[in-house]
C-alpha cells in the first residue's frame, strides 16, 4: 500500500517508467522489513552485540581505550608522510568541519539551543581574516584574534535579544540572522567585493616559514582541532558545562536552583561561535579566497547534520559525524548529487528512529 | 509609481497570505513550525507545468484551454494536498510527542529532501510556465493591473473567506479549534486528532498548491529553490499577523507584500529578500505573538 501511495506521488515527477522502479524498490525494502521485524529480536541482539563490541562497552579496558587513542593521534601526526595530497585536502577540510561541529554542538548538544545560522560567524571570521589580510596586509596570527573575537562578540550580540525567545522562535531568529549576513556578504560590493568574493588571501607563517605547503597547513589544522577537543571538554566538565545540562534538560528548574539561565546561554553563543570564527579564518587561510557562496543555509543544515548524527553532546560522536559526512560524499564522487537528498531523509530517519544519534550519549534530549 | 507598487505589492502579499495560512494552522494545532510548508508550494507551481504540460501533449489545451487547466489546478491541488498528508505521517506523526525541537528537525529534513527530490526529477534549470493569459489587463492613468493580479487577488480573498467560514461554522472547524485549544480534552470528548491534523495538512498544502499555480503564472518562471525564501517569508507573514490566527495571516501576508514591493522600489531592490528576515526579527523580539495573537505562557 504505502509503496504504491507514493509511487503514485511521484508519478508526475519522472513517468511512469521510474514510477514503477521506485514502486519496485520500496516494496522490497518494505518487505525485508517486515520480515525482519518478525526475527527482531535475534537481530535486535546481534546488533547490540556487534554495537557495544565497537564502542568498547566493557570489552576495553580504559587502559586499552587510551592506548588506542595515543594511537590514533600519533597516526593523525605521521600522516602526510604516507598519503597523497589530495588526501591531505580531504583531511584539512574535515578538520575544520570538526572545529565547526564541535563549536555548533556547545550551543546545540550542551546548552540545547538550535542555532540555524551558525554559517553567520563561520562567515563572519572568514571575511575578517580575508579583509585584514587583503586590505590591512596583517598576517594570519595578529588577524586570528580579531575574526575570533568578533564572531565571539556577534554571538554575544545575537543572543541578547533573541534568548529572549523560546526554543522554535530562536532557531528562526537564527536563520534569519544568518541570511540577513549572508545578503549582506553578497550586496556589499565595496567591501566585500559581493558575489565575486575576496581573493589573494596569503598563508599563515610561523618564523618566516610559510605554512602554504598541504603537509604544514595539516598540521595547523590538526593543532587546532586538537585544541578545540581539549577545550570543549574542559569546558563540558566545568561548572559552565554542568549549568549548560542543567538549562537544556529543565530551564524553569535550573533556574530555580538558581542558575542564572540567560547568562549561561549568552556564554553558549559565544562560546560556539568562537570556534566557528576560528574555523572561517582557518577556513580563508587554506582558500585563499572566500565568497557567500561558501555561507548558505545549507552550509548551516550540513553542520548541525554532523552533530544531530553523531550525537548530539557527545563530543567524540560529533567529530565521527563530521568525519561521516566529509568524507562519505568525497569517497563516492557518483553519488555527490545525491548528497543533500539522502542528507534530508537522513534527518527525518534520525529524529524518527534515533533521536540521540548515532554514537549519542544517555540521556541526551532535544529539549528546551 | 505608488499605486503600481501597491498593486504589486497586494498581489505579492494575496501569494504570502495563502501560504502563511499553512503556517499559521499547523503551528495553531501543533506547535510545530512546518519548515517543508514552502516546498509544498514549489511543488504545486511545478505539479501545475507539469500537467498543463502533460494535456498540452495530449491535445487538450488545444481543444479546450479552460478545461485544462481547471484539470490542472485540482489535480495540482490534490497531489499537494496528498504530499502534505504523506509528510505529516512520515516525518511529524511519530515525533508527536518528542521533544519540540525534533520535528522541527525532522522538519527541515523533509524540505531539503523535496527540493533535491524536485532538483533531482526536474533538473536544477528553470521551468517556463507557458504564458496563456497574456499581459491583457486594464490601465488607470498611470497603473496598470493585469487581470492575473486581479485574478490572484480575488482567488486569495474568496479562499480566505471560505476557510474561515470552515474553521467557524463546520463541523470540522469546531473539531480542528478544540484540538488547537487542547490536545488532550479534545481526545477526551470523542473527537479524532490524528484526522484532525490530516485535514490540517490537507487544507493547507491545497492553499499551498493554489498559491504556487498563481505565482507560476504570475512570474511565469519557477526553479526548485524557491520554495525555501517563499516558505521563510510567508512564516514571517504567520508571525507578523499573530501565528495561528487566520485573520492574522491575511493581514501579516498582505502588508509583508507591500513592504516588499515599496521597499524594493524606494530603498534599495539589493535587499529585498533581507525585509522579510528583519521584519521577522523585530516583530519577534518586540511582540512575539503578533498583531492579532495573543501572548503566551510558558507552562511548567
Redesign the interface.
Known amino acids: 500500500m504505502t509503496s504504491l501511495?507514493?509511487s503514485?506521488?511521484?508519478l508526475?515527477?519522472?513517468g511512469l517508467q521510474?514510477a514503477l522502479v521506485l514502486f519496485a524498490v520500496v516494496s522490497t525494502v518494505l518487505l525485508s522489513w517486515a520480515l525482519l521485524s518478525k526475527y527482531k529480536n535475534t537481530v535486535g541482539f546481534y546488533i547490540r552485540t556487534v554495537a557495544s563490541q565497537l564502542c568498547g562497552a566493557g570489552l576495553f579496558s580504559h587502559k586499552q581505550v587510551l592506548v588506542g587513542r595515543y594511537a590514533c593521534l600519533l597516526a593523525l601526526f605521521i600522516l602526510p608522510f604516507f598519503v597523497r595530497d589530495y588526501f591531505l585536502d580531504v583531511a584539512i577540510l574535515v578538520g575544520i568541519y570538526v572545529i565547526l561541529a564541535l563549536g555548533l554542538n556547545v550551543v546545540v548538544g550542551f546548552a540545547?539551543l538550535?542555532n540555524?545560522g551558525f554559517v553567520a560567524f563561520y562567515a563572519l571570521g572568514a571575511y575578517t581574516y580575508a579583509l585584514l589580510n587583503t586590505k590591512l596586509a596583517l598576517g594570519f596570527w595578529t588577524a586570528l584574534p580579531f575574526s575570533v573575537g568578533l564572531s565571539a562578540i556577534a554571538g554575544f550580540l545575537l543572543a541578547v535579544?533573541?534568548l529572549?525567545?523560546?526554543?522554535?522562535?530562536l532557531?528562526?531568529?537564527t536563520?534569519?540572522?544568518g541570511?540577513?549576513t549572508r545578503?549582506?556578504l553578497n550586496?556589499w560590493d565595496s567591501l566585500t567585493m559581493g558575489p565575486n568574493g575576496i581573493s589573494g588571501i596569503s598563508s599563515p607563517t610561523i618564523l618566516s616559514l610559510s605554512l602554504g605547503k598541504l603537509s604544514y597547513f595539516y598540521y595547523l589544522v590538526l593543532l587546532f582541532v586538537l585544541l578545540t577537543i581539549f577545550v570543549t571538554r574542559r569546558v563540558y566538565s566545568s561548572k559552565i558545562g554542568r549549568a549548560w545540562v542543567a538549562i537544556r534538560e529543565d530551564e524553569?528548574a535550573s533556574s530555580i536552583m538558581g542558575i542564572n539561565a540567560t547568562m549561561y546561554k549568552l556564554y553558549a553563543f559565544a562560546f560556539g561561535a568562537f570556534w566557528a570564527g576560528l574555523a572561517g579564518a582557518v577556513f580563508a587561510a587554506k582558500m585563499q579566497f572566500v565568497s557567500p557562496e561558501s555561507f548558505t543555509?545549507?552550509e548551516s543544515?550540513l553542520i548541525?547534520c554532523m552533530v544531530?548524527l553523531g550525537g548530539l553532546g557527545s563530543i567524540w560522536g560529533v567529530i565521527l559525524g563530521a568525519f561521516i559526512l566529509v568524507l562519505l560524499p568525497e569517497m563516492l564522487r557518483e553519488i555527490q548529487?545525491?548528497r543533500?537528498?539522502t542528507?534530508?531523509?537522513?534527518?527525518?530517519l534520525l529524529?524518527?528512529f534515533r533521536?540521540q544519534g548515532l554514537f549519542g550519549g544517555k540521556g541526551v534530549?532535544?529539549?528546551? | 509609481m505608488f499605486l503600481q507598487q501597491l498593486i504589486n505589492g497586494l498581489t505579492l502579499g494575496s501569494v504570502y497570505a495563502l501560504i502563511a495560512l499553512g503556517y499559521s494552522m499547523v503551528y495553531g494545532i501543533l506547535e510545530l513550525i512546518n519548515f517543508a510548508h514552502g516546498e509544498i508550494y514549489m511543488l504545486g507551481a511545478y505539479l501545475g507545468i507539469i500537467f498543463l504540460a502533460f494535456f498540452t501533449a495530449i491535445g487538450l489545451t488545444a481543444y479546450n484551454l479552460p478545461l485544462s487547466l481547471l484539470l490542472t489546478i485540482i489535480l495540482s491541488i490534490i497531489f499537494c494536498s496528498c504530499y502534505g498528508f504523506t509528510m505529516e505521517k512520515i516525518a511529524y506523526k511519530p515525533l508527536r510527542n518528542a521533544p519540540r525541537l525534533s520535528p522541527l528537525i525532522s522538519a527541515i529534513g523533509v524540505s531539503i529532501f523535496l527540493q533535491n527530490y524536485v532538483m533531482l526529477t526536474q533538473g536544477a534549470t528553470d521551468k517556463v510556465f507557458p504564458h496563456i493569459f497574456g499581459a491583457a489587463g486594464f490601465q488607470f492613468m498611470s497603473v496598470r493591473m493585469t487581470f492575473l493580479q486581479l485574478c490572484i487577488i480575488l482567488t486569495s480573498l474568496i479562499l480566505m473567506v471560505v476557510l474561515r467560514f470552515f474553521v467557524r461554522k463546520t463541523r470540522m472547524g469546531t473539531a480542528m479549534r478544540a484540538v488547537a485549544q487542547d490536545k488532550t480534552m479534545a481526545a477526551l470528548v470523542g473527537i479524532n486528532i490524528d484526522t484532525v491534523i490530516s485535514v490540517t495538512f490537507i487544507i493547507g498544502s491545497g492553499l499551498a498548491a493554489v498559491a504556487g499555480l498563481m505565482v507560476a503564472m504570475y512570474y511565469g518562471l519557477v526553479n526548485y529553490y524557491i520554495g525555501y525564501i517563499a516558505g521563510i517569508k510567508a512564516f514571517t507573514a504567520a508571525v507578523l499577523g499573530g501565528i495561528g490566527s487566520i485573520r492574522g495571516a491575511m493581514v501579516g501576508g498582505i502588508l509583508l507584500g507591500l513592504v516588499e514591493s515599496l521597499g524594493g522600489s524606494y530603498i534599495s531592490g539589493e535587499y529585498k529578500d533581507a525585509y522579510a528576515f528583519v521584519i521577522l526579527i523585530i516583530i519577534l523580539l518586540i511582540k512575539p505573538g503578533g498583531l492579532f495573537g495573543k501572548a503566551e505562557l510558558e507552562k511548567v
Not at chain 1, 529572549?164 to 522562535?169: E, H, I, P
Not at chain 1, 542528507?343 to 527525518?348: E, F, S
Not at chain 1, 534530549?365 to 528546551?368: A, E, I, Y
Open positions: 501511495w507514493l503514485i506521488l511521484f508526475p515527477f519522472k521510474a540545547g538550535l540555524l535579544p533573541a529572549r525567545l523560546r526554543g522554535d522562535y532557531a528562526i531568529v536563520l534569519g540572522f541570511e540577513i545578503l549582506i550586496n524553569i543555509f545549507m543544515v548541525l544531530i548529487l545525491y543533500m537528498l542528507l534530508g531523509a537522513g534527518l527525518v529524529m524518527v533521536p534530549s532535544l529539549r528546551s
